[in-house]
């Protein structure tokens, strides 16, 4: 029988080794008082579970520093912060730093952040970590352009390699074409079934190829 987790706090779920708090907790409810997240920032997203149970299935073996872009509210973030690796957590919008806060608190996880714009991360900031991961950052036709003079910055940075999770957009679809023209590429079709089943794809890019 599986071992039952208690909740450290009312309103919250398990995922992966991390809590999270649910839509509808007071917590996140107080929050949405105050806060009015754009570009998306206004829930948790399921790519994010893939993300955990790929890295739960393919661990690290040494500690690293990650920087993970379009973080939202930041599952991905406190999953691998509770890995014991140094996170960086980048976003477009300053507002859903209060939301990872809240759970990284709640995990008892430290999680450096950063407002940008993507493509104004620059070579400088990009050679201070091993690992890019990103989910649900795929969205639009201009990120996939964006998301490849990154990845050019991110390699003459020294950057190893990128994980980036999606539902299988259209626009991830253009990256992973445009990404196996420049290095070694895998694209996986993953599922997650924490705190739900969910499939998606996973492309992992080699940047040292």
């Known amino acids: 029988m599986p071992e039952r987790l208690e909740s450290p706090e ?5 995922a992966y080794g991390i809590w999270l708090y ?10 949405n008082k105050q806060l009015n997240p754009s570009a998306h920032g206004d ?23 990650i920087l993970d872009i379009g973080c939202g509210w930041g599952p991905a973030s406190i999953f691998m912060a509770k890995q014991s690796h140094k996170v960086t957590a980048v976003d477009i919008d300053n507002q859903v730093f209060e939301y990872l ?3 990284a608190d ?7 952040t950063l407002q940008s714009n993507m493509d104004k991360l620059t070579k400088k900031e990009l050679s201070k970590h091993d690992i890019i ?20 910055r991110a390699q003459k940075a020294g950057v190893k390699k990128l994980v980036l999770a999606d539902p299988g957009r259209t626009t991830f679809l253009k990256l992973v ?12 079709t993953w599922y997650a079934l924490e705190p739900k089943k969910f499939e998606g794809s996973l492309l992992i890019v080699d940047l040292k190829s």
């Open 22 to 31: 649910k839509n509808n907790s007071s917590a996140i409810k107080s929050l």
């Open 10 to 14: 009312k309103g919250t779920y398990p």
């Open 133 to 152: 991961i990103g989910a649900d950052i795929c969205f639009w036709p201009k990120l996939t352009k964006s998301w490849l003079a990154l990845l050019k």
């Open 177 to 188: 074409e445009e990404c196996e023209k420049h290095w070694k590429c895998e694209m996986k």
């Open 106 to 112: 709640l995990n008892q996880v430290d999680i450096k």
């Open 43 to 65: 829930r948790l997203w399921d790519s994010a579970y893939l993300l955990m149970d790929y890295f739960t299935q393919h661990p690290l073996k040494k500690k690293l520093n």
């Open 101 to 103: 806060q809240l759970q």
